[in-house]
């Protein structure tokens, strides 16, 4: 049971990445997945969250910037990224409650700089 990130990199301000959650283990499809960040000396924050039947939502500093998507076929989360900003550096991480517990991956960093 787990989930691995991926797609993190060095990117310039504007620039986009996209960043993958593959999780093994357990069904997929049925339940939410998250993404949180954490920046270096500053807490957990939450980005997006998808829903088994698609829908979504995302932190207000982020929307219109950032797209949530998820392949069930794949049991995969993306997490689109682009006009990136400086302040959204941080390692990322997605998260799924599995089995009574909350499920996170080691993360993916992403860093915004020029």
């Known amino acids: 049971v787990q989930l691995v990130e991926s797609g993190g990199g060095l990117v310039q301000p504007g620039g986009s990445l996209r960043l993958s959650c593959a999780a093994s283990?357990?069904?997929?499809?049925?339940?939410?997945i998250n993404w949180f960040r954490q920046a270096p000396g500053k807490e957990l924050e939450w980005v997006s969250k998808?829903?088994?039947?698609?829908?979504?939502t995302y932190r207000e500093s982020v929307k219109g910037r950032f797209t949530i998507s998820r392949d069930d076929a794949k049991n995969t989360v993306y997490l689109q990224m682009n006009s990136l900003k400086s302040e959204d550096t941080a390692l990322y991480y997605c998260?799924?409650?599995?089995?009574?517990?909350?499920?996170r991956g080691q993360g993916t960093q992403v860093t915004v700089s020029s």
């Open positions: 998808i829903y088994p039947d698609g829908s979504k």
């Open positions: 283990g357990f069904t997929f499809s049925r339940i939410y």
């Open positions: 998260e799924a409650p599995v089995r009574g517990s909350s499920l």
